[in-house]
């Protein structure tokens, strides 16, 4: 029998996308998804949607689906986070013998996948956590790829890889070796929380438009749109453009009739918890995360609510100034990737991950979500300074900070004065302030420590590690 290249375990959404992209690029492709009591057989509704000139192989079991494959095999499990990877890993790796591939493109915990990788070392299975991110358009014509893992398996899969991928603003492939371990996961889960964090502050612009400027749906739409031919370039920026201009069977705007209540799928939340567990500052992607929490709140929003005067305090007409929120939005976003990379450096000197900052910034710039105009001069800063350690620090994005930062006050200013909500571009500025502040008031709290838990505390006066104590009764 023909050998597949590679093998799709799952075929949801994402992996029957993945599985048609790999096709189409010059691969056989074996498939094979469990069939549940009662469930529909996957593998035979997707060979009969590809159409029998495709080449794929639809196999009935594991064995006939691992024996399906070219050696060193190449499977990629497409299949939800947590527990259902590691049954799949179970049941696989008895089929596998040395040097077989496993690929763990799920948006799985990036501490299950450095567990994983050293588990089935031992059983010389090569193990590869892969961030995919772009969704069913992206897994079809091009998403962007972050391999991490076992690096012996790189040199089997690359080619793979790197033609389905999208492509960068230089035609390079949106697909780089990240790191060992965990690396490849953990950056897809920064992305998603930078994506949080973006959908957040275009949510509070279309807020601050709609009640601060009384702008019709159809104004937003338009705002928006113009934006995305300037520096705000953005694959969100796009869609929401779009999206406000779809109407419902009314004739009014769908999304006024969308309620309230944003979901997740916790990798946002697991960018949160890693980041306090690192001692890794990052308030505008958790106020993010927040956001989310505050949104599923319907009835006790509601409940406070209906205690609100109805009068809002008198403002000038059209009080909000398009401008300022432009810079307001321009200010956060380089903030909130700003925060991002920081994270993923600091946890890549912590776990000896190596990455390569301006290589994410390239893999970045196409088929993922957070796509934009603003990863170029990104990938430059890092490329013309690899070991960046803030992004504040390049004189490029400090110099637009200095530009920018007085629409974001002004845009926040607006906010408290017309009582809308903005925790995202509200927690930027206070991290911009406090990275810019030579000095905090964090003195005082290690007095307070110092004086109820004798905590010690250092000096200004003093070298640093030198630890202090005082009997602050007796003074």
């Known amino acids: 029998m023909k050998k597949s290249h590679i093998g799709i375990y799952g075929l949801g959404v994402m992996g029957r996308n993945l599985a048609l992209n790999f096709e189409e690029k010059g691969n056989r492709v074996s498939v094979f998804n469990r069939i549940a009591p009662g ?91 892969m961030g995919v991110s772009g969704g069913e358009e992206g897994a079809r014509n091009g998403p962007s790829l972050m391999p991490g893992g076992d690096v012996a398996a790189w040199s089997s899969v690359r080619q793979i890889f790197e033609t389905s991928a999208a492509t960068a603003f230089d035609g390079s492939p949106c697909c780089r070796w990240i790191g060992g371990g965990g690396a490849g996961h953990f950056v897809k889960m920064v992305h998603n929380g930078i ?19 009384n702008m019709s749906t159809a104004e937003i739409a338009g705002q928006f749109s113009a934006w995305n031919e300037t520096g705000l370039n ?25 309620l309230d209540n944003a979901g997740q799928k916790g990798t946002g939340k697991w960018t949160a918890i890693t980041s306090l567990d690192l001692g890794i500052p990052l308030p505008g992607i958790t106020e993010a995360v927040y956001a989310r929490f505050f949104s599923s709140l319907i009835d006790l929003r509601a409940r406070i609510s209906s205690t609100k005067p109805n009068s809002k305090p008198a403002l000038p007409e059209k009080s909000l100034k398009i401008k300022n929120l432009e810079s307001a939005l321009l200010a956060a976003r380089i903030l909130a990737y ?119 505390y250092e000096r200004v006066d003093s070298p640093r590690g030198s630890f202090f104590h005082t009997n602050w009764q007796e003074n």
């Open 39 to 129: 469930e529909e057989n996957l593998v035979d509704n997707f060979l009969a949607e590809a159409g029998p000139e495709k080449d794929f192989f639809g196999a009935k079991r594991a064995a006939s689906f691992v024996e399906s494959l070219e050696r060193p095999r190449k499977i990629m499990m497409m299949v939800k986070a947590g527990a259902p990877v590691d049954a799949v890993i179970s049941e696989l790796a008895p089929l596998l013998e040395s040097g077989d591939i496993l690929i763990d493109g799920g948006n799985s915990n990036f501490n299950d996948t450095e567990r994983r990788v050293k588990e089935l070392s031992k059983k010389e299975i090569h193990f590869i956590g």
């Open 195 to 213: 994506e949080y964090a973006d959908m957040q502050l275009i949510a509070e612009a279309y807020h601050l438009m709609k009640d601060s400027a």
């Open 234 to 258: 953005s694959y969100l920026m796009e869609i929401t453009a779009l999206i406000l201009t779809v109407v419902d069977e009314n004739g009014s705007p769908l999304v006024d009739s969308i």
């Open 338 to 456: 700003a925060e991002g990379f920081y994270m993923i450096a600091e946890a890549s000197r912590e776990f000896g991950w190596g990455i390569d900052f301006a290589s994410v910034a390239k893999i970045w710039q196409g088929g993922c979500i957070i796509r934009s105009k603003i990863l170029k001069p990104i990938e430059k800063a890092f490329t013309e300074q690899p070991d960046l350690k803030h992004l504040l620090l390049h004189p490029v994005f400090s110099e637009k900070m200095e530009t920018y930062q007085l629409g974001l006050r002004e845009t926040v200013k607006n906010g408290i004065d017309t009582q809308i909500p903005l925790p995202c571009f509200s927690a930027y500025l206070a991290q911009f302030d406090s990275l810019r502040s030579g000095r905090l008031p964090a003195n005082l709290i290690q007095a307070q420590r110092d004086y109820f838990g004798a905590h010690t």
